[in-house]
């Protein structure tokens, strides 16, 4: 089993930065694949991010691409989303999630994840 913690979430004004960090508990994290995905108020969790086992493989949403970047540090336990520019349409509880799979594998689908972190929240002002 894993256990997953976000952290780094916090208020930041439009076109600024945050990093996201997600620890995972136990010595398997190399066997994940891990994602990142985001809840807005009324709204379904979405897809955001993705990183393969070996991080050969990264996916992005549309809506984040060229802004947001997935990356992990294996020896660590810990996956990353560093976000540029941010959007009021960022404002989200984000999440991170683990997926078992094999070395490429970078699923995109909620129903992938085996396991969930708690979330944490990213408010951007206008």
């Known amino acids: 089993q894993v256990q997953l913690v976000e952290s780094g979430g916090g208020l930041v004004q439009a076109g600024g930065s945050l990093k996201l960090s997600c620890a995972a508990s136990g010595r398997t994290f190399s066997s994940y694949a891990m994602g990142w995905f985001r809840q807005a108020p009324g709204k379904e969790r979405e897809f955001v991010a993705a990183?393969?086992?070996?991080?050969?493989?990264?996916y992005y949403a549309d809506s984040v691409k060229g802004r947001f970047t997935i990356s992990r540090d294996n020896a660590k336990n810990t996956v990353y989303l560093q976000m540029n520019s941010l959007k009021p349409e960022d404002t989200a509880v984000y999440h991170c999630?683990?997926?078992?799979?094999?070395?490429?594998?970078?699923?995109?689908?909620?129903?992938?994840?085996?396991?969930w972190g708690q979330g944490t929240q990213v408010t951007v002002s206008s």
């Open positions: 999630a683990a997926a078992s799979g094999g070395y490429y594998y970078s699923p995109r689908l909620l129903r992938q994840y085996d396991y």
């Open positions: 990183i393969s086992r070996n991080s050969a493989n990264l």
